[in-house]
């Protein structure tokens, strides 16, 4: 009886699965429309990388060289000078600025142009450059000297006649031309890349130099950078240009010149 029972659900059952209607399937997407929508989501993610995380700058000038070649197209972390967060700690680390990074600001006299620097003197240092010592809160900086010929603007890097021995602390090396420099006498503070006296960085601003320090418009000459002008630490470069480079001898061909003229040893190059 029971079995007779269930046979008959079952087919009442699958009787009105049968009548119930079924949904149409949505059209297939044209090509065009896959492509569309692919390229729009490159591009909404490119946006927020870009505003939130990471920019990429190129350095047309050789204030930093040669630690940054000229041509040199750089990806700037622009998260980790930014406030810490619960859920993104992890996973994108915030500090706070450092002595001896490599930042990337707005120039504070016309904000449209980016600038690439080395932060010297956080707020409250005392900051006094006497010839090639620099000397923060009356310590001189451990830095390592490399004396170097200047050849022009338009050189990629410059060649290096000298390296002295880096000092105990040293993290990074510092160029000069080669010429005459004073160092401890009095004269040294009234030279064009010294200070005649020092200065005390203000709240929320920075001292920063260039890496050639004889070839660079940096605090010395224009002041303090703003926080708020402070886009973020230089990485790594991703590729290596410089169109105006007069050692280049080979093809003018637009494609072969960007294949040969293109430094790509410098790819993956980390800034330090």
């Known amino acids: 009886m029971t ?8 087919a009442i059952l699958e009787q009105e699965i049968e009548t119930l209607p079924v949904a149409p399937s949505p059209p297939p997407k044209s090509i065009i429309r896959e492509y569309f929508e692919q390229g729009l989501m490159t591009v909404v993610m490119a946006l927020f990388l870009m505003t ?5 700058v190129q350095v047309p000038t050789g204030s930093m060289q040669n630690n940054i070649h000229i041509g040199d197209h750089l990806f700037v972390n622009k998260f980790v000078f930014g406030r810490p967060t619960r859920f993104l700690k992890w996973v994108l680390p915030a500090r ?16 449209k142009i980016n600038y690439v620097k080395r932060v010297i003197g956080l707020p409250g240092d005392k900051v006094w450059i006497r010839g090639t010592r620099v000397y923060v809160n009356d310590q001189e900086l451990p830095e390592q000297r490399v004396t170097v010929r200047l050849m022009g603007p338009d ?7 000298a390296v002295e021995s880096p000092p105990t602390g040293a993290r990074y090396r510092v160029y000069y031309d080669d010429r005459e420099h004073a160092t401890d006498s009095e004269d040294a503070s009234s030279t064009t890349y010294g200070m005649r ?13 260039g890496d050639n320090r004889d070839n660079s418009l940096d605090s010395r000459y224009w002041g303090f950078i703003p926080r708020d002008n402070i886009i973020g630490r230089a990485l790594y470069v991703y590729w290596s240009f410089n169109p105006n480079d007069p050692e280049y001898q080979g093809p003018q061909n637009p494609l072969l010149r960007f294949l040969k003229q293109s430094d790509w040893r410098r790819t993956g190059t980390a800034i330090r």
């Open 3 to 10: 079995s007779s029972f269930e046979t008959a659900s079952e």
């Open 52 to 56: 939130f995380i990471a920019q990429a």
């Open 96 to 111: 706070e600025i450092r002595r001896s990074d490599i930042i990337v600001f707005k120039f504070p006299h016309d904000p």
């Open 155 to 161: 050189y990629s890097a410059h060649p290096e006649l």
């Open 197 to 209: 006296e020092p200065v005390i960085v203000p709240p929320d601003a920075y001292f920063a130099l």
